[in-house]
């Protein structure tokens, strides 16, 4: 079962808005609005909003959807568009509703381990003011520095620290949501356990703004690790990289960091920051530990006898904490420097962690087999790759190639039970493979879902589901 389709639209939608929110920031002009059309991914085809407003609280969202529902206009929900699957992206006559005003840190709660937050905060200037108080927000995207605490929460976000805390999920404890009709509920509390009735948490994290609108988050916070020691090792091939990472998962390691970057991310990353990587190496394993003292010392002693066993060329630790952040730094440049060399579109499949090898050599195929440029790094120890395609804006058959190199690569993650997402979201990218992925049977649940809290369709049209 689908929404209906959004009925004609009524007359009269912005100027009941101005006189509404007459303090609001709204966007008509293209010339204002353009910016606020795309999102990190690249080849889309966003369409033409009828405006962009910026909320500063929950009654400003209220009052939103209340008129949207009542002009039947349709509502994008957005962050500060760094998202990788176009959820953000601009919906033709929407307007977009952008939460970056809504940025307040609440509370620091340091009797309860949590943080109380508006959706606008940026990721990582919650884990500064947690580390303010000797406490940690764990999740942490490589794109901390601007992505939002919404944005992450809407797509159920994952990072560098995913291997040993988990995603953006496991740190959530109540969300505050504006529905469709406008109602606000909250789902949760500061308590560690709730269970009373169905988990509405969980229902609208990873749900890209199609379910509601997220206008407050309790987090749990963690008490501050030990700074972390990071070891680089560099491999011949991205197949022995491969089995390094299974030898550290059979021998149960549980590093705060496993990322991978191959040859061709190395030598763009270092081109980029000058940091004197082994540009001829076929691979390279980025290996953090925050266990401190001693036990840091024996977990990277135990990851180097993995990479040693899988034939590693050379393994290097950090002198100190300045150099490991300098490192991950680098890591998280992954995109950027690959976006140098063309127009890159960064890519997310998962493959449970046995199969990474058979991953990483299948990518390798495709790449050969289509004469394609793709740069693969990511959190290859939640066997979570990011294989980026870099292709030539101006080349008509880019959009093509591109489409039949990701077509290849679906199929090889699905046949080796993954997933076509580990973390960026279905979005408008992925819509089209969802039902080949989850199935019918699935798909229709996830459409009643969708229809019983939007009957009428308004919020976030053609995201998700097609
Ligand atoms: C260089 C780079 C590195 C990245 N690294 C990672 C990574 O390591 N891990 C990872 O998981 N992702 C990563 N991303 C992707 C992206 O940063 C994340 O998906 C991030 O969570 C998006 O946040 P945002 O504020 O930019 O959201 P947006 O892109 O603005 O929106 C994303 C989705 O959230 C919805 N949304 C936003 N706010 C709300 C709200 N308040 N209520 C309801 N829905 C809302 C939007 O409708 C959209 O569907 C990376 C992106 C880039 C460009």
Known sequence: MLPAMLPQPKPGFLEALRAALPKARLLTEPVDTEGYRFDETEFLHPGRPLGVIFPKNTSDVQAIVRLAAAHHIALVPRGAGTGLSGGAIAVEGALTVVMTQMDRIIEIDEANL???????????????????????YAPDPASFETCTIGGNLAENSGGLRCVKYGVTRDAVLALEVVLADGAVIRTGGKTVKDV????????????????????EATLRLLPKPAPTLTLLAFFPTVADAGDAVARMTRAGLVPVTLELMDNFTIRAVDGAMRLGLDRDAGAMLMIESDAGGSAAEAELDAATEACQSAHALSVVRSADPAEADWLREARRKAHWSLEQAGAARMDDVGVPRSRVPEM?????????????????????????????????????????????????????????????SGEHGTGVAKRGYLERQRGVDAVRVMRAVKAALDPLGILNPGKVLA
């Open 360 to 420: 990483l050599a299948a990518i390798e195929r495709v790449a050969a087999a289509r004469g394609a440029r793709i740069g693969v790094f990511g959190h290859v120890g939640d066997g979570n790759l990011h294989p980026t395609y870099v292709l030539d804006r101006d080349d008509p058959s880019a959009e093509a190639q591109l489409d039949a190199v990701r077509g290849d690569i679906y199929a090889a993650a699905l046949a080796l039970g993954g997933t076509l």
């Open 196 to 215: 009373m009735g169905y988990d509405l948490s969980h229902l609208f994290i990873g749900s890209e703004g199609t379910l509601g609108i997220i206008t």
């Open 114 to 136: 949590c943080a109380v937050v508006q959706p606008g905060v940026i990721n990582a200037d919650l884990g500064r003011a947690a580390a303010a108080k000797g406490l940690f």
